[in-house]
């Protein structure tokens, strides 16, 4: 029997359609179904790289993660991550397949609705229920003739669709009904229900316009999910990063992380959090102050991110901090920053030939074509600075990047032992003399709770601070919490007789 269907559409991004979908995985499951997550495409800089080596949107990852099943390239087959110049790279069943701009790309995805079908109907075919995510809003005119995420997918998927709000912005109302205006008839008629997200206050003023709100719209409000802190869960974009605020402000460690314009996979860094750390994303020097710790994220954008940091007269200051004793740490786009010279003789990633690194490491990146993605275990291979005390600690992680770097006179970080496809025999990344600069391609080293853990108490000792015994947060502990939020604020019976045709329990 087919898999039955729910989809989770918004009035706009980031109204909170990942983050529902990923507690209705965690309640299916909880009820004894078997559910996976689905997102036709996905714009996106966090990624991740499943076991077969392909790439896809964080969100899918972790929703898979809540749903309890291994994540896979179907549950999200077209990915499209920004790059410089307004291209993006076009990765289709998680392998790269063009670089194009807006408008090359629309005239494209009438190629790629079969893929999305055909990974539509696998995943139909493997579990009960598929929850599947929108993009944006359906209600975008301009684009309502060429997606390939919203309705087009309902429709292809006989899915119905319960359409989120987010009140907090403002003008949760007028956005609802206003959706539901520039929907078709038919478009309208598949949406069954409306729910309202991330609402502060006292819900019984808030009464009387739900009323007035289903009263306009034929359509039932399911619920009204209260705004929450203390669920660490990887967000889909930088999106959040305008919206976050700095957390753990007591932390005994500071962490300033450089906000590069195509910053990505920065969940990488939640650990930190987790661990007692203040962790502030800054965008220029007078925000750097004199941080514990400095990290260069992951971008998308190598060369278009270093020029922005040299522009923005971050460079001397970043090196300044170093020399004074403060360590660096690069992953991925941040370590190639940390070389001395970025060689593109293709122009894979912009249009110099070279561009002068930091020169903190004696490294050299050349960008090719061919895209690194794959899963890794490790073993931390230096034993000072940083490390001291670390050497062979076993590690697991994750590749995704362009170019290959050549270490001319660094010891490296890592020693890769093993990915998915078999055992592998290299050494990832750098480490300077004095073991406080290390840059490595692997992201996630931070989810490795007890390598983060002495990582940090060793930091605390260089600054003369006390060690402490923080452990991080149990993912799936932070999934149930989630599914609670939702179910005791989500009238599920009604979400179950939609989704299924009938009651449920």
Known sequence: MPAKTLMIQGTASSVGKSIIVAGLCRIFRQDGFKVAPFKAQNMALNSFVTTEGG???????????????????????????PEADARSQVIV?????????????YSYTPRLLKIIEDSLNHLLAAYDIVVIEGAGSPAEINLKKREIVNMRIARMAKAPVLLVGDIDRGGVFASIIGTLELLTKLER?????LVINKFRGDLKLLKPGLDILEKRTGKPVLGVIPYFRGITIAQEDSVYLDERQTTSANGTLDVAVIRLPHISNYDDFDPLEEQGCTVR???????????????????KSTVADLVHLKQQGLVPVIIQLV??????????????????????PEKIE??????DGLGLLEITTVFNSN?????????????????KGLKDMDITGYEIHMGQTRNRNCRPALHVLETPQGKLDYFDGAVSPNGLIFGTYIHGLFHNTEFTRRLLNRLRQLRGLPSTTASSINKQDMYDKLADIIRHNLDMSLVYEITLGRKHG
């Open 55 to 81: 790439e896809i949107g964080r969100a899918q990852a972790v929703q898979a993660e809540a749903a309890g099943i291994e994540p896979s390239v179907h549950m999200n087959p077209i990915l499209l991550k």
């Open 93 to 105: 069943l998680g392998k790269v397949a063009k670089n194009l701009t807006a408008s090359q790309y």
């Open 189 to 193: 008629a598949r949406i069954k229900g």
């Open 281 to 299: 994303y800054v965008s220029s020097p007078p925000e750097l102050g004199n941080p514990d710790l400095l990290i260069l994220p992951g971008t």
């Open 323 to 344: 020399q004074s004793g403060v360590p660096i740490i690069g992953i991925c786009g941040g370590y190639q920053m940390l070389g001395s010279s970025i060689l593109d």
């Open 350 to 355: 912009s249009k110099h030939n070279r561009i």
């Open 371 to 387: 895209k690194t993605t794959t899963q890794v275990k490790a073993r931390i291979a230096a034993d000072d600075g940083l490390f």
